[in-house]
């Protein structure tokens, strides 16, 4: 059964103007490194970093928890496969949350264009909550 939908929408060039202030320090706090490296490889990373940030944020609302509250973005994944399709890798207290919601599966689906990114995330169960 379906036990969470997320959705989230993250300006393209507001994430441009973050990064060109604070570089590495913004993407490290934020991104693995495996996000930096796919990100980095793109023409316009930060079409990219958008659409990962939405992610993030999409994942967070599919719990119905926010930002600062216990669970560190790094700690949410985004990892293609080789065809492209996207998939959350949750570690620490995001996989913690999950297991202990009963959580079997994460749907992840990314789109963007050059000024927005959007990320839908939907949590499966096998259990009523
Ligand atoms: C999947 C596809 C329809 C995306 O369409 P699009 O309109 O160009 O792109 P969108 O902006 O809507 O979405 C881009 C996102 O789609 C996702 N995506 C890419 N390939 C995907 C796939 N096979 N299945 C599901 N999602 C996919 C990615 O998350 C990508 O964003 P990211 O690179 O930042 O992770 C298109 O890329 C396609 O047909 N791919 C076929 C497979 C392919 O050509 N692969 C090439 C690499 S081997």
Known sequence: MIAGTGIDLVDV?????IIAKWGGRFTGRFFSQHEIDYCQKRAVPAIHYAARFAA????????????????????????????????????????RL???????????????????????????SQRDR
Not at 13 to 17: D, V
Not at 101 to 121: C, E, F, M, P
């Open 56 to 95: 993030k944020e999409s994942f967070l609302k599919s719990l119905g928890i926010g930002l600062g509250m216990g669970v560190n973005l790094k700690d949410i994944e985004v990892m293609n496969d080789q065809q492209g399709k996207p998939d959350l890798i949750l570690h620490d207290e995001a996989q």
């Open 98 to 124: 999950l297991s202990e919601r009963g959580i079997q599966k994460v749907h992840l689906s990314l789109t963007h264009t050059s000024d927005a990114a959007v990320a839908v995330v939907i949590l499966e």
């Open 13 to 17: 060039g507001r994430l441009k103007k």
